[in-house]
């Protein structure tokens, strides 16, 4: 398995961007379909969008389409959340996942094997 750290986090005013880094330790960075997850306070953990393991194609939730670009780097085992036009309402913590099995569309959190520990993002309005 890979164990998964998030950087890139912090304060932001909205229309601002970020862009978050999560890297991958191990040589099966490849192996896996790489999502994004939120949480905000008092909330379910919520599905950002998610990439192939290739990086040939990406998915994303429509409450960030158009918004937020995921991509992948298997040479620096890293995988990218790049955020623009940011919103109060992207305030939360957030997470990258790691899922070996097929499909790309995987919405649930439970179908993701490995978490990162989360990195703090704060949109000020």
């Known amino acids: 398995q890979v164990q998964l750290v998030e950087s890139g986090g912090g304060l932001v005013q909205a229309g601002g961007s970020l862009r978050l880094s999560c890297t991958a330790s191990?040589?099966?960075?490849?192996?896996?379909?790489m999502g994004w997850f939120r949480q905000a306070p008092g909330k379910e953990r919520e599905f950002v969008g998610a990439?192939?393991?290739?990086?040939?194609?990406?998915y994303y939730a429509d409450s960030v389409k158009g918004r937020f670009t995921i991509s992948r780097d298997n040479a620096k085992n890293t995988v990218y959340l790049q955020m623009d036009s940011l919103k109060f309402e992207d305030t939360a913590v957030y997470y990258c996942?790691?899922?070996?099995?097929?499909?790309?569309?995987?919405?649930?959190?439970?179908?993701?094997?490995?978490w990162g520990q989360g990195t703090q993002v704060t949109v000020s309005s």
């Open positions: 191990g040589r099966t960075f490849s192996s896996y379909v």
């Open positions: 990439i192939t393991k290739g990086g040939g194609a990406t």
């Open positions: 996942a790691a899922r070996s099995g097929p499909g790309l569309a995987v919405v649930t959190p439970i179908r993701y094997d490995t």
